[in-house]
Protein backbone atom coordinates (compact mmCIF):
# COMPACT_ATOMS: atom_id res chain seq x y z
CA UNK A 1 0.00 0.00 0.00
CA UNK A 2 2.99 2.31 0.89
CA UNK A 3 4.47 1.69 -2.74
CA UNK A 4 1.51 2.68 -4.64
CA UNK A 5 1.17 5.80 -2.24
CA UNK A 6 4.53 6.51 -3.25
CA UNK A 7 4.29 6.07 -6.80
CA UNK A 8 0.97 8.27 -6.91
CA UNK A 9 3.24 11.03 -5.36
CA UNK A 10 3.16 14.25 -7.14
CA UNK A 11 6.36 15.01 -8.67
CA UNK A 12 6.57 18.14 -7.72
CA UNK A 13 6.45 16.54 -3.98
CA UNK A 14 9.27 14.09 -4.97
CA UNK A 15 11.17 17.55 -6.05
CA UNK A 16 10.61 19.03 -2.75
CA UNK A 17 11.36 16.06 -0.72
CA UNK A 18 14.93 15.52 -2.43
CA UNK A 19 15.54 19.00 -1.64
CA UNK A 20 14.67 19.02 1.52
CA UNK A 21 16.97 15.78 2.29
CA UNK A 22 14.98 13.07 1.61
CA UNK A 23 17.40 10.00 0.51
CA UNK A 24 14.74 7.97 -0.85
CA UNK A 25 13.58 10.84 -2.73
CA UNK A 26 17.14 12.05 -4.35
CA UNK A 27 17.85 8.46 -4.97
CA UNK A 28 14.87 7.73 -6.95
CA UNK A 29 15.86 10.62 -9.24
CA UNK A 30 18.94 9.18 -9.77
CA UNK A 31 17.65 6.22 -10.66
CA UNK A 32 15.40 8.07 -13.07
CA UNK A 33 18.17 10.80 -14.14
CA UNK A 34 21.67 9.38 -14.18
CA UNK A 35 21.83 7.39 -17.31
CA UNK A 36 21.08 10.14 -19.72
CA UNK A 37 23.28 12.77 -17.49
CA UNK A 38 25.92 10.19 -18.37
CA UNK A 39 25.74 9.14 -21.97
CA UNK A 40 25.13 12.81 -22.49
CA UNK A 41 28.49 13.73 -20.98
CA UNK A 42 30.02 10.74 -22.90
CA UNK A 43 28.65 12.57 -26.25
CA UNK A 44 30.11 15.73 -24.60
CA UNK A 45 33.87 14.37 -23.45
CA UNK A 46 33.98 11.54 -25.46
CA UNK A 47 35.42 9.50 -22.70
CA UNK A 48 33.29 7.02 -20.66
CA UNK A 49 35.73 7.95 -17.60
CA UNK A 50 35.38 11.60 -17.96
CA UNK A 51 31.70 11.75 -18.27
CA UNK A 52 31.63 9.45 -15.37
CA UNK A 53 33.57 11.87 -13.17
CA UNK A 54 31.81 14.82 -14.66
CA UNK A 55 27.97 12.99 -13.64
CA UNK A 56 29.39 12.33 -9.87
CA UNK A 57 30.37 16.19 -9.79
CA UNK A 58 26.76 16.79 -11.45
CA UNK A 59 25.09 15.32 -8.89
CA UNK A 60 27.24 16.81 -6.24
CA UNK A 61 25.85 20.18 -7.16
CA UNK A 62 22.14 18.77 -7.61
CA UNK A 63 22.52 17.65 -3.90
CA UNK A 64 23.12 21.49 -3.22
CA UNK A 65 21.49 23.14 -5.69
CA UNK A 66 18.01 21.40 -6.14
CA UNK A 67 15.58 23.04 -3.77
CA UNK A 68 16.72 25.94 -6.72
CA UNK A 69 14.27 24.29 -9.33
CA UNK A 70 11.48 25.43 -8.60
CA UNK A 71 9.45 23.67 -11.51
CA UNK A 72 9.39 19.69 -11.59
CA UNK A 73 8.96 19.87 -15.79
CA UNK A 74 12.64 21.73 -15.43
CA UNK A 75 14.55 18.91 -13.14
CA UNK A 76 15.61 16.63 -15.77
CA UNK A 77 16.80 19.44 -18.38
CA UNK A 78 18.44 20.83 -15.31
CA UNK A 79 20.05 17.95 -14.37
CA UNK A 80 21.21 17.19 -18.05
CA UNK A 81 22.71 20.51 -18.25
CA UNK A 82 24.64 20.10 -14.83
CA UNK A 83 26.28 17.20 -16.42
CA UNK A 84 26.74 18.74 -19.60
CA UNK A 85 28.36 21.34 -17.94
CA UNK A 86 30.28 19.12 -15.71
CA UNK A 87 31.25 17.62 -18.86
CA UNK A 88 32.91 20.32 -20.46
CA UNK A 89 34.65 21.76 -17.39
CA UNK A 90 36.40 18.20 -16.84
CA UNK A 91 36.83 18.84 -20.98
CA UNK A 92 38.29 22.26 -20.59
CA UNK A 93 40.59 20.61 -17.68
CA UNK A 94 42.19 17.98 -19.49
CA UNK A 95 42.89 20.45 -22.75
CA UNK A 96 44.80 22.90 -20.03
CA UNK A 97 46.62 19.84 -19.46
CA UNK A 98 47.83 18.68 -22.79
CA UNK A 99 45.90 15.70 -22.93
CA UNK A 100 44.43 14.50 -26.65
CA UNK A 101 40.85 14.01 -26.70
CA UNK A 102 40.16 10.33 -28.07
CA UNK A 103 36.80 9.90 -29.98
CA UNK A 104 34.69 7.26 -28.27
CA UNK A 105 33.81 3.87 -29.79
CA UNK A 106 32.17 2.10 -27.46
CA UNK A 107 30.57 -0.69 -29.37
CA UNK A 108 33.28 -1.46 -32.01
CA UNK A 109 30.46 -1.68 -34.61
CA UNK A 110 31.49 -0.99 -38.21
CA UNK A 111 30.49 1.88 -39.49
CA UNK A 112 28.90 1.10 -42.56
CA UNK A 113 27.69 3.39 -45.72
CA UNK A 114 23.86 4.72 -45.69
CA UNK A 115 23.10 4.19 -49.57
CA UNK A 116 19.54 7.10 -48.45
CA UNK A 117 22.40 9.39 -47.76
CA UNK A 118 25.56 8.61 -49.49
CA UNK A 119 27.53 9.43 -46.06
CA UNK A 120 29.54 7.06 -44.45
CA UNK A 121 29.11 6.71 -40.58
CA UNK A 122 32.55 6.71 -40.31
CA UNK A 123 32.70 10.02 -41.54
CA UNK A 124 29.87 11.33 -39.59
CA UNK A 125 31.67 9.94 -36.89
CA UNK A 126 34.62 11.89 -37.36
CA UNK A 127 32.37 14.73 -37.84
CA UNK A 128 31.09 14.61 -34.50
CA UNK A 129 34.23 14.32 -33.15
CA UNK A 130 35.78 17.86 -34.70
CA UNK A 131 32.31 19.82 -32.85
CA UNK A 132 32.66 21.83 -30.41
CA UNK A 133 31.15 20.65 -26.75
CA UNK A 134 28.58 22.87 -27.06
CA UNK A 135 27.13 21.22 -30.21
CA UNK A 136 28.06 17.69 -29.18
CA UNK A 137 25.67 18.28 -26.27
CA UNK A 138 23.23 19.63 -28.22
CA UNK A 139 23.04 16.50 -30.30
CA UNK A 140 23.35 14.12 -27.21
CA UNK A 141 20.41 16.23 -25.57
CA UNK A 142 18.35 15.83 -28.50
CA UNK A 143 19.15 11.95 -29.34
CA UNK A 144 19.97 10.41 -26.37
CA UNK A 145 18.17 12.11 -23.33
CA UNK A 146 15.06 12.76 -26.03
CA UNK A 147 14.63 15.99 -25.46
CA UNK A 148 12.23 18.09 -27.78
CA UNK A 149 12.30 21.77 -28.72
CA UNK A 150 11.15 22.73 -25.24
CA UNK A 151 13.18 20.58 -22.89
CA UNK A 152 15.88 21.96 -24.83
CA UNK A 153 15.62 25.35 -24.72
CA UNK A 154 15.14 24.44 -21.00
CA UNK A 155 18.59 23.56 -21.29
CA UNK A 156 20.07 25.72 -23.35
CA UNK A 157 18.79 29.30 -21.71
CA UNK A 158 17.16 29.77 -25.40
CA UNK A 159 13.47 29.90 -26.45
CA UNK A 160 12.45 27.12 -28.22
CA UNK A 161 11.96 28.65 -31.77
CA UNK A 162 15.70 29.64 -31.03
CA UNK A 163 16.69 25.70 -30.34
CA UNK A 164 14.89 24.58 -32.94
CA UNK A 165 16.94 26.54 -35.20
CA UNK A 166 19.97 25.98 -34.37
CA UNK A 167 19.58 22.58 -34.13
CA UNK A 168 18.61 22.36 -37.56
CA UNK A 169 21.61 24.67 -38.62
CA UNK A 170 24.05 22.06 -37.05
CA UNK A 171 22.62 19.42 -38.80
CA UNK A 172 22.56 20.97 -42.00
CA UNK A 173 26.08 22.18 -41.47
CA UNK A 174 27.00 18.10 -41.12
CA UNK A 175 25.25 17.66 -43.99
CA UNK A 176 26.99 20.13 -46.20
CA UNK A 177 30.20 19.10 -44.92
CA UNK A 178 29.63 15.62 -45.75
CA UNK A 179 27.70 15.76 -48.74
CA UNK B 1 13.14 16.83 -47.03
CA UNK B 2 12.95 13.10 -47.37
CA UNK B 3 17.33 13.05 -47.87
CA UNK B 4 17.20 15.40 -44.49
CA UNK B 5 14.82 13.01 -42.49
CA UNK B 6 17.44 10.11 -43.52
CA UNK B 7 20.25 12.13 -42.16
CA UNK B 8 18.65 12.87 -38.76
CA UNK B 9 17.68 8.89 -38.36
CA UNK B 10 21.44 7.94 -39.54
CA UNK B 11 22.91 11.14 -37.07
CA UNK B 12 20.86 9.35 -34.13
CA UNK B 13 21.92 6.19 -34.95
CA UNK B 14 25.55 7.36 -34.74
CA UNK B 15 25.15 9.34 -31.71
CA UNK B 16 23.69 6.83 -29.75
CA UNK B 17 26.40 4.23 -30.88
CA UNK B 18 29.19 6.77 -29.79
CA UNK B 19 27.76 6.56 -26.31
CA UNK B 20 26.40 3.30 -25.99
CA UNK B 21 23.78 1.41 -24.18
CA UNK B 22 21.57 2.18 -21.12
CA UNK B 23 23.39 1.02 -17.92
CA UNK B 24 21.27 -0.15 -14.52
CA UNK B 25 22.37 2.80 -12.57
CA UNK B 26 23.22 1.66 -8.56
CA UNK B 27 21.28 4.74 -7.28
CA UNK B 28 22.78 3.63 -3.63
CA UNK B 29 26.39 4.11 -4.36
CA UNK B 30 25.58 6.99 -6.52
CA UNK B 31 23.94 8.81 -3.55
CA UNK B 32 26.42 7.48 -0.86
CA UNK B 33 29.19 8.83 -3.06
CA UNK B 34 27.67 12.13 -2.58
CA UNK B 35 26.71 12.42 0.81
CA UNK B 36 31.12 10.98 1.59
CA UNK B 37 32.29 13.49 -0.97
CA UNK B 38 30.14 16.06 1.44
CA UNK B 39 31.36 14.94 4.36
CA UNK B 40 35.00 14.72 3.26
CA UNK B 41 35.02 18.54 2.55
CA UNK B 42 34.07 19.39 5.77
CA UNK B 43 36.13 16.65 7.45
CA UNK B 44 39.15 17.50 5.75
CA UNK B 45 39.12 21.41 6.72
CA UNK B 46 38.48 20.92 10.63
CA UNK B 47 41.70 18.81 11.25
CA UNK B 48 43.52 20.72 8.56
CA UNK B 49 42.65 23.60 10.82
CA UNK B 50 43.73 22.44 13.56
CA UNK B 51 46.96 21.38 12.53
CA UNK B 52 47.62 24.68 10.15
CA UNK B 53 46.84 26.98 13.36
CA UNK B 54 49.28 25.04 15.27
CA UNK B 55 51.73 25.20 12.92
CA UNK B 56 51.06 29.38 11.61
CA UNK B 57 51.64 29.70 15.67
CA UNK B 58 54.63 28.63 15.66
CA UNK B 59 56.05 30.20 12.74
CA UNK B 60 54.93 33.23 13.83
CA UNK B 61 56.74 32.70 17.47
CA UNK B 62 59.76 31.66 15.39
CA UNK B 63 59.70 34.84 13.29
CA UNK B 64 59.19 37.46 16.00
CA UNK B 65 61.53 35.50 18.30
CA UNK B 66 64.49 36.07 15.41
CA UNK B 67 63.45 39.73 14.48
CA UNK B 68 63.85 40.36 17.97
CA UNK B 69 67.00 38.66 18.28
CA UNK B 70 68.45 40.41 14.88
CA UNK B 71 67.14 43.86 16.43
CA UNK B 72 69.27 43.26 19.58
CA UNK B 73 72.22 42.26 18.18
CA UNK B 74 72.86 44.60 15.15
CA UNK B 75 73.08 48.11 15.56
CA UNK B 76 71.53 50.46 12.44
CA UNK B 77 73.90 51.73 9.99
CA UNK B 78 73.85 55.10 8.14
CA UNK B 79 72.14 53.87 5.14
CA UNK B 80 69.42 52.12 6.91
CA UNK B 81 68.33 55.04 8.82
CA UNK B 82 65.59 56.38 6.89
CA UNK B 83 66.28 60.08 5.54
CA UNK B 84 63.52 63.18 7.78
CA UNK B 85 60.19 62.76 5.47
CA UNK B 86 60.85 59.79 4.06
CA UNK B 87 57.97 57.58 3.79
CA UNK B 88 57.84 54.16 5.47
CA UNK B 89 56.45 52.81 2.46
CA UNK B 90 59.42 54.36 0.16
CA UNK B 91 62.18 52.69 2.61
CA UNK B 92 59.65 49.20 2.35
CA UNK B 93 59.84 49.78 -1.75
CA UNK B 94 63.81 50.29 -1.45
CA UNK B 95 64.37 47.50 0.98
CA UNK B 96 62.30 44.99 -1.82
CA UNK B 97 64.08 46.35 -4.68
CA UNK B 98 67.33 44.99 -3.25
CA UNK B 99 65.96 41.42 -0.94
CA UNK B 100 63.11 40.79 -3.17
CA UNK B 101 62.97 37.74 -5.52
CA UNK B 102 62.42 38.64 -9.17
CA UNK B 103 58.70 39.27 -9.56
CA UNK B 104 56.92 35.95 -11.20
CA UNK B 105 53.63 37.87 -12.15
CA UNK B 106 55.99 40.37 -14.29
CA UNK B 107 54.57 43.46 -12.20
CA UNK B 108 51.18 42.52 -12.79
CA UNK B 109 48.53 43.77 -10.19
CA UNK B 110 47.39 39.93 -9.55
CA UNK B 111 45.60 40.43 -6.53
CA UNK B 112 42.16 41.65 -6.65
CA UNK B 113 41.97 45.43 -6.34
CA UNK B 114 38.95 47.80 -6.27
CA UNK B 115 38.74 50.77 -8.46
CA UNK B 116 36.67 53.62 -8.53
CA UNK B 117 37.97 55.33 -11.24
CA UNK B 118 37.05 52.86 -14.16
CA UNK B 119 33.12 53.58 -14.09
CA UNK B 120 31.87 57.12 -12.56
CA UNK B 121 30.18 55.74 -9.04
CA UNK B 122 30.73 52.40 -9.24
CA UNK B 123 33.56 50.18 -7.49
CA UNK B 124 34.66 47.76 -9.90
CA UNK B 125 36.77 44.62 -8.20
CA UNK B 126 39.67 43.96 -10.75
CA UNK B 127 42.63 42.09 -11.62
CA UNK B 128 45.02 42.86 -13.82
CA UNK B 129 45.43 40.18 -16.39
CA UNK B 130 47.97 41.84 -18.48
CA UNK B 131 49.92 44.81 -18.34
CA UNK B 132 47.26 47.67 -18.87
CA UNK B 133 44.36 44.69 -19.04
CA UNK B 134 41.71 44.19 -16.30
CA UNK B 135 39.18 41.73 -16.07
CA UNK B 136 36.60 42.96 -13.50
CA UNK B 137 35.06 40.55 -11.23
CA UNK B 138 32.46 42.33 -9.08
CA UNK B 139 30.82 45.21 -9.06
CA UNK B 140 29.89 45.52 -5.57
CA UNK B 141 26.23 45.45 -6.07
CA UNK B 142 25.77 41.76 -6.26
CA UNK B 143 26.94 40.64 -9.64
CA UNK B 144 30.40 38.29 -8.86
CA UNK B 145 31.02 37.52 -12.40
CA UNK B 146 32.98 34.77 -10.90
CA UNK B 147 30.33 33.19 -8.90
CA UNK B 148 28.82 30.15 -10.34
CA UNK B 149 24.76 30.13 -10.55
CA UNK B 150 24.79 26.75 -10.12
CA UNK B 151 27.34 25.25 -12.16
CA UNK B 152 28.95 27.90 -14.68
CA UNK B 153 29.50 31.64 -14.50
CA UNK B 154 27.80 34.22 -16.26
CA UNK B 155 27.51 33.93 -19.78
CA UNK B 156 28.16 37.01 -21.12
CA UNK B 157 26.53 38.03 -24.81
CA UNK B 158 26.84 41.64 -24.81
CA UNK B 159 28.28 44.90 -23.76
CA UNK B 160 26.84 48.13 -24.76
CA UNK B 161 27.90 51.78 -23.19
CA UNK B 162 25.86 54.41 -22.60
CA UNK B 163 27.08 57.78 -23.34
CA UNK B 164 27.34 58.37 -19.35
CA UNK B 165 29.74 55.92 -19.44
CA UNK B 166 27.46 53.07 -17.90
CA UNK B 167 28.55 49.75 -19.04
CA UNK B 168 25.38 47.73 -19.87
CA UNK B 169 25.96 43.53 -19.82
CA UNK B 170 23.73 40.71 -20.73
CA UNK B 171 23.72 37.06 -19.93
CA UNK B 172 21.82 34.31 -20.66
CA UNK B 173 21.17 31.12 -18.15
CA UNK B 174 19.61 28.02 -18.37
CA UNK B 175 18.46 28.63 -14.29
CA UNK B 176 19.53 30.72 -11.64
CA UNK B 177 19.88 29.99 -8.08
CA UNK B 178 19.18 32.83 -5.94
CA UNK B 179 17.13 36.41 -6.65
CA UNK B 180 19.39 38.20 -7.94
CA UNK B 181 19.69 36.85 -11.57
CA UNK B 182 15.91 36.02 -12.80
CA UNK B 183 16.36 32.68 -15.26
CA UNK B 184 16.54 33.46 -18.96
CA UNK B 185 18.36 36.18 -20.70
CA UNK B 186 18.96 39.05 -18.45
CA UNK B 187 20.74 42.81 -18.51
CA UNK B 188 21.57 44.79 -16.07
CA UNK B 189 24.30 47.74 -15.51
CA UNK B 190 27.93 47.20 -13.43
CA UNK B 191 27.43 48.91 -9.94
CA UNK B 192 23.54 49.06 -10.09
CA UNK B 193 21.82 46.05 -8.29
CA UNK B 194 18.55 45.91 -10.65
CA UNK B 195 18.21 43.30 -13.21
CA UNK B 196 15.83 43.10 -16.47
CA UNK B 197 14.53 40.63 -18.51
CA UNK B 198 12.06 41.45 -21.48
CA UNK B 199 9.38 39.17 -21.74
CA UNK B 200 6.49 39.99 -24.59
CA UNK B 201 2.92 39.69 -24.04
CA UNK B 202 1.91 36.20 -23.91
CA UNK B 203 5.54 34.68 -25.24
CA UNK B 204 8.66 33.39 -23.75
CA UNK B 205 11.79 35.55 -22.56
CA UNK B 206 13.36 36.46 -26.08
CA UNK B 207 16.46 35.15 -27.15
CA UNK B 208 18.44 38.19 -26.79
CA UNK B 209 20.81 39.31 -29.36
CA UNK B 210 22.88 42.34 -28.91
CA UNK B 211 22.77 45.22 -27.13
CA UNK B 212 23.04 48.76 -28.67
CA UNK B 213 22.46 52.43 -27.98
CA UNK B 214 21.21 54.59 -30.19
CA UNK B 215 22.17 58.28 -31.72
CA UNK B 216 20.36 59.63 -28.46
CA UNK B 217 22.13 57.14 -25.86
CA UNK B 218 19.22 55.23 -25.53
CA UNK B 219 19.86 51.44 -24.65
CA UNK B 220 17.84 49.23 -27.49
CA UNK B 221 18.00 45.39 -26.95
CA UNK B 222 18.22 43.11 -30.16
CA UNK B 223 16.63 39.69 -29.83
CA UNK B 224 14.93 37.49 -32.96
CA UNK B 225 11.97 38.74 -32.71
CA UNK B 226 11.92 42.38 -31.59
CA UNK B 227 13.52 45.35 -30.82
CA UNK B 228 12.48 46.91 -27.19
CA UNK B 229 14.49 50.03 -25.68
CA UNK B 230 14.96 50.97 -22.15
CA UNK B 231 12.73 53.40 -20.27
CA UNK B 232 14.45 53.77 -17.17
CA UNK B 233 12.88 51.30 -15.65
CA UNK B 234 12.55 48.23 -17.95
CA UNK B 235 12.45 47.53 -21.44
CA UNK B 236 9.58 48.49 -23.71
CA UNK B 237 8.42 47.88 -27.18
CA UNK B 238 10.69 49.94 -29.90
CA UNK B 239 8.30 50.30 -33.03
CA UNK B 240 10.71 52.32 -35.08
CA UNK B 241 11.30 50.60 -38.32
CA UNK B 242 14.89 52.44 -38.67
CA UNK B 243 17.13 53.77 -35.75
CA UNK B 244 20.73 55.49 -36.40
CA UNK B 245 22.35 54.00 -33.96
CA UNK B 246 25.27 56.17 -31.61
CA UNK B 247 28.25 54.60 -34.16
CA UNK B 248 26.14 55.86 -36.64
CA UNK B 249 24.74 52.83 -38.34
CA UNK B 250 21.55 52.17 -39.26
CA UNK B 251 19.49 49.68 -37.36
CA UNK B 252 16.43 48.54 -39.46
CA UNK B 253 13.79 46.24 -39.02
CA UNK B 254 13.11 44.37 -41.74
CA UNK B 255 10.10 41.90 -42.99
CA UNK B 256 11.61 38.38 -44.42
CA UNK B 257 10.23 39.31 -48.13
CA UNK B 258 12.29 42.50 -48.10
CA UNK B 259 15.22 40.42 -46.22
CA UNK B 260 15.34 37.46 -48.57
CA UNK B 261 16.11 40.08 -51.61
CA UNK B 262 18.95 41.96 -49.55
CA UNK B 263 20.37 38.85 -48.77
CA UNK B 264 20.69 38.10 -51.71
CA UNK B 265 21.89 40.62 -53.26
CA UNK B 266 24.68 42.19 -51.00
CA UNK B 267 24.51 40.64 -47.35
CA UNK B 268 27.97 40.50 -46.27
CA UNK B 269 28.24 38.36 -43.31
CA UNK B 270 29.25 34.98 -41.80
CA UNK B 271 26.55 34.81 -39.80
CA UNK B 272 23.99 31.54 -39.82
CA UNK B 273 21.00 33.64 -41.04
CA UNK B 274 20.17 32.57 -44.85
CA UNK B 275 17.33 33.35 -46.45
CA UNK B 276 15.38 29.94 -46.52
CA UNK B 277 15.62 30.07 -42.69
CA UNK B 278 13.74 33.47 -42.88
CA UNK B 279 11.28 32.28 -45.68
CA UNK B 280 10.11 29.37 -43.77
CA UNK B 281 9.66 31.43 -40.89
CA UNK B 282 5.90 31.29 -40.61
CA UNK B 283 5.74 34.92 -38.20
CA UNK B 284 6.75 38.29 -38.95
CA UNK B 285 10.79 37.55 -38.72
CA UNK B 286 12.94 40.62 -37.71
CA UNK B 287 16.38 40.49 -38.34
CA UNK B 288 18.31 43.33 -37.34
CA UNK B 289 21.24 44.37 -39.88
CA UNK B 290 23.20 47.37 -40.03
CA UNK B 291 23.36 49.69 -43.26
CA UNK B 292 26.96 50.15 -43.69
CA UNK B 293 27.74 53.48 -45.51
CA UNK B 294 24.48 52.25 -48.26
CA UNK B 295 27.57 49.84 -49.41
CA UNK B 296 27.15 46.92 -47.52
CA UNK B 297 24.89 45.02 -45.34
CA UNK B 298 26.45 43.22 -42.13
CA UNK B 299 25.04 42.12 -38.85
CA UNK B 300 25.04 43.32 -35.62
CA UNK B 301 27.51 40.60 -34.15
CA UNK B 302 29.91 41.06 -37.05
CA UNK B 303 29.99 44.67 -36.97
CA UNK B 304 30.19 44.06 -32.98
CA UNK B 305 34.19 42.53 -33.81
CA UNK B 306 35.65 46.13 -33.94
CA UNK B 307 36.17 49.16 -32.42
CA UNK B 308 38.48 51.85 -32.26
CA UNK B 309 40.07 53.52 -29.02
CA UNK B 310 40.99 57.40 -28.90
CA UNK B 311 42.97 59.87 -26.56
CA UNK B 312 41.35 62.16 -29.20
CA UNK B 313 44.13 63.02 -31.05
CA UNK B 314 45.29 59.39 -31.97
CA UNK B 315 43.05 56.43 -32.74
CA UNK B 316 44.20 52.85 -32.26
CA UNK B 317 41.70 50.38 -34.51
CA UNK B 318 41.01 46.65 -32.71
CA UNK B 319 39.19 43.69 -34.01
CA UNK B 320 38.87 40.47 -32.76
CA UNK B 321 41.70 38.13 -33.82
CA UNK B 322 43.41 35.01 -31.81
CA UNK B 323 42.43 37.61 -28.99
CA UNK B 324 42.34 41.34 -29.82
CA UNK B 325 44.55 42.73 -32.37
CA UNK B 326 45.19 47.03 -31.84
CA UNK B 327 47.12 48.75 -34.73
CA UNK B 328 47.56 52.66 -34.52
CA UNK B 329 49.44 53.22 -37.50
CA UNK B 330 53.09 52.32 -36.26
CA UNK B 331 52.48 49.42 -34.09
CA UNK B 332 50.34 46.29 -34.00
CA UNK B 333 49.77 44.47 -30.87
CA UNK B 334 47.93 41.68 -29.39
CA UNK B 335 46.08 40.89 -25.91
CA UNK B 336 44.48 38.86 -24.71
CA UNK B 337 46.04 36.74 -26.95
CA UNK B 338 43.73 33.01 -27.32
CA UNK B 339 41.33 33.86 -25.58
CA UNK B 340 38.14 33.62 -27.39
CA UNK B 341 36.41 37.23 -27.35
CA UNK B 342 32.82 37.85 -28.49
CA UNK B 343 32.33 41.31 -28.47
CA UNK B 344 34.38 44.93 -28.11
CA UNK B 345 33.06 48.50 -27.50
CA UNK B 346 34.43 51.86 -26.80
CA UNK B 347 33.93 53.99 -23.67
CA UNK B 348 33.55 57.46 -23.60
CA UNK B 349 36.62 57.95 -22.14
CA UNK B 350 38.72 55.66 -24.89
CA UNK B 351 39.13 52.91 -23.41
CA UNK B 352 38.00 49.85 -25.11
CA UNK B 353 36.04 46.97 -23.09
CA UNK B 354 35.27 43.51 -24.42
CA UNK B 355 33.58 40.00 -23.07
CA UNK B 356 34.72 36.69 -24.03
CA UNK B 357 35.74 33.42 -21.93
CA UNK B 358 38.60 33.56 -19.44
CA UNK B 359 40.54 30.81 -18.47
CA UNK B 360 39.63 29.72 -15.19
CA UNK B 361 36.39 29.22 -16.53
CA UNK B 362 34.80 32.78 -15.13
CA UNK B 363 33.15 34.95 -16.94
CA UNK B 364 35.19 37.49 -18.75
CA UNK B 365 34.49 40.93 -19.15
CA UNK B 366 38.04 43.48 -19.76
CA UNK B 367 38.75 46.82 -20.15
CA UNK B 368 42.38 47.95 -22.07
CA UNK B 369 42.62 51.54 -21.20
CA UNK B 370 43.29 54.03 -23.72
CA UNK B 371 46.58 55.32 -22.55
CA UNK B 372 47.91 51.10 -22.99
CA UNK B 373 46.36 51.11 -26.65
CA UNK B 374 47.97 54.61 -27.70
CA UNK B 375 50.92 54.75 -25.78
CA UNK B 376 54.40 54.56 -27.95
CA UNK B 377 56.50 52.17 -26.36
CA UNK B 378 53.76 49.51 -27.42
CA UNK B 379 55.45 46.07 -27.32
CA UNK B 380 54.53 45.21 -30.95
CA UNK B 381 53.62 41.57 -31.78
CA UNK B 382 52.19 39.28 -33.90
Known sequence: MEAVTRLAEPRASLLASAAAGDEAAFRRIIAENHDSMRRVAAHITGDLALAEEATQAAWLIAWKKLGNVRDEAHLQPWLVSVAANEAKRVLRKRRRRGEVEVAIDVTGEPSGFDPTTGISSMDLDAALDRLEPDDRALLAMRYVAGFDSNELAIAFGLSPSGTRKRLERLRQRLREELS | MHDMEAFDSQLASVVLRRVGPSQPVDDAAIFNAVIAATRSRQWRFQPMFSATRFVVACAIVALFGGLLLTGALTQPTDESVPAVGASATAEAERSASVTAEPEPTMGLDVEPTTRSDLVAGVDLITEEVEPGVLRIIGDGAGHDLDERHPSDPYDLTSIAITPDGTIWLSAAYSFADDDVNPPGPLVWALGQPDVYTYTPEGGDPERLQ?????????????????????DGTGFVPDDRVARRLSTGHELWTIDPAQLAGLLEESLDTDEDMNAESVMNEPRRFLVAVWLWNGDAWTTLSEAGRSA?????????HCWIEGGIRCEDGAQVSTYLEATDIRQLVQAPDGSLWAIGDHADGGAGLYRISAEELLRDDRAASG
Open chain 2, 308 to 316: SASDGTRVA
Open chain 2, 210 to 230: TLVTDEDGTLLMVSDKDIVRF
